[in-house]
């Protein structure tokens, strides 16, 4: 019989998987979402000053994020018949992970529609709010739109819009083209500190900054765009993160309590670990958790700060970003018999 995978060594190998087809498929997302605009009714809705009709010829709507939902749900599916197949062979043989057993189809649905309804409110609002503080300015119809949905690049895909961008990072965005329009070098300086920039564009910020002359206007917006771009891209890594390891992690806890549903095993013979990745960037409080253990499937783990999860990544417990977010521990699961 073949050796069976390690858990941990396992788990690896599908978050190195998952982790760059969720950021793609949010990337994904998002390419839809500005290619479906219908940008003449867009500038024309702004020249009227319709904010009602401006939002509807966005098309923004739930069905754009399929693709991210459909690969958080194939994440999950992996997760559980990975759990599975890490599994020991005596508890194992003929049990196969069920992603439609009526809870663990609950799990992923409650996840993955969070996320989505999440994600379309905030694009939703964010975009209703930079049109209508534009129309509020008096800023030109042609600049707001594009500002919002991006310009087309060379191969035509609209890209440096702040469509996909959290609420910080538009304003990360704005702060970056306030300090490229300007000739204090000062605020130069500011823009070159920021890690996304596109670094071929720092030999003409520094030209500027020695001149004292701005940036060519066609340099500051191509930089600009860049640098929105990837701060897109980088949004769908922490996504990734934040949202795919999690399921991956649930459903190998959801995989163990089928076995337990299955009599295959008693919950209080299985023990559940953290594992901190340390590489220098865990946070204190899962560096402090690393090996702690709980006995069963309903007990959570507790960190320093007080923060109960019941996986690296858990929110079910109240768990802050500060604990979940870009989290990248790993949790083990093994069948030990109970001390008498």
Known sequence: MAKRPSQQRLFREL????????????????????RQ???????????RRDLDAAMQA????RAAFQPLEAKLVEAF??????????MPAAVSIGFRFDPGNQRAAEIIRSSAGRLITGLVENEINEARTFLADGMARGAGPRAVGLDLVGRLNRIGVREGGLIGLS????THVASAKAELALTDPALLRNYLTRKQRDRRYDNAVLKAIQTGKPVPADTARNAATRYSARLVRLRGEVIA???GLPAIRAAKREAYQQLVDDGRV???????GWSTTKDGRQRDSHDAMNGQEVRGLDMPFTSPSGAQMMFPGDTSRGAGAAETVACRCDEYIAIKAKRA
């Open 15 to 34: 978050a190195a998987k998952y982790g760059p087809e969720v950021a793609q498929a949010f990337m994904t997302a998002i390419r839809d979402l500005t």
């Open 37 to 47: 605009v219908e940008i003449q009714k867009l500038l024309l809705a702004l020249e």
């Open 167 to 170: 609420a910080p990072q538009r």
């Open 241 to 243: 993160r934040t949202e």
């Open 58 to 61: 966005l098309h923004i709507d």
């Open 266 to 272: 008693e919950a209080m013979s299985i023990v559940r």
């Open 77 to 86: 599916t992996a997760g559980g018949q990975g759990a599975v197949a890490t």
